[in-house]
């Protein structure tokens, strides 16, 4: 019991710890309008495009939203630690979601993210990179706003 309980708390300071760094890298800006708004940091997905396989690991934190299930667009990332949040405003359903990778689809998925509501809204997980390449956030069930924010150590101070 003790153990889970210390796991939930590293995995909630973990989120706060993200967020805060993305607020001062001014990915995020501090002030917005909704709660959900505030880490907001890229343009809207509707998960109905094809992902475009992209090569160039991230130079930064980067965010996608959405409304229900797909795949958002292409992302590079790099061997080593990747940290992913998300937010979810969804009523009744849960919401699922995991990385995965475009150079191995068969590959299993990356760092799963679960959030029930109405008792949780966020949700955090990290996981190790171990093939450079290109990757997509695979949002299985969602039946409201999400926003999920991939990152990298070290990609606030990485010259683009």
Do not use: C, H, K
Request: charged share 10%; aromatic share 4%; proline share 8%.
């Amino acid at each position: 019991m003790v153990r889970t309980q210390s796991y939930l708390l590293a995995v909630a300071l973990l989120a706060a710890v993200v967020v805060v760094l993305l607020m001062v890298a001014r990915v995020v800006p501090a002030q917005r309008s909704s709660v959900l708004g505030a880490f907001i940091a890229a343009e809207a997905t509707n998960g109905s495009s094809q992902p475009t396989p992209a090569v160039t690991p991230i130079a930064a934190p980067i965010s996608f939203d959405g409304l229900q299930p797909g795949r958002t667009n292409a992302f590079g990332l790099r061997e080593g630690l990747v940290i992913v949040n998300a937010i979810y405003d969804g009523a009744v359903e849960s919401f699922t979601a995991s990385l995965q990778s475009l150079n191995d689809p068969q590959a299993d998925p990356i760092a799963p993210i679960t959030i029930i509501p109405p008792l949780d809204r966020q949700g955090a997980a990290a996981a190790q990179i171990t093939s450079s390449g290109s990757y997509v956030v695979n949002v299985e069930r969602a039946d409201g706003e999400w926003v999920v924010t991939i990152a990298q150590p070290g990609d606030a101070g990485r010259a683009g």
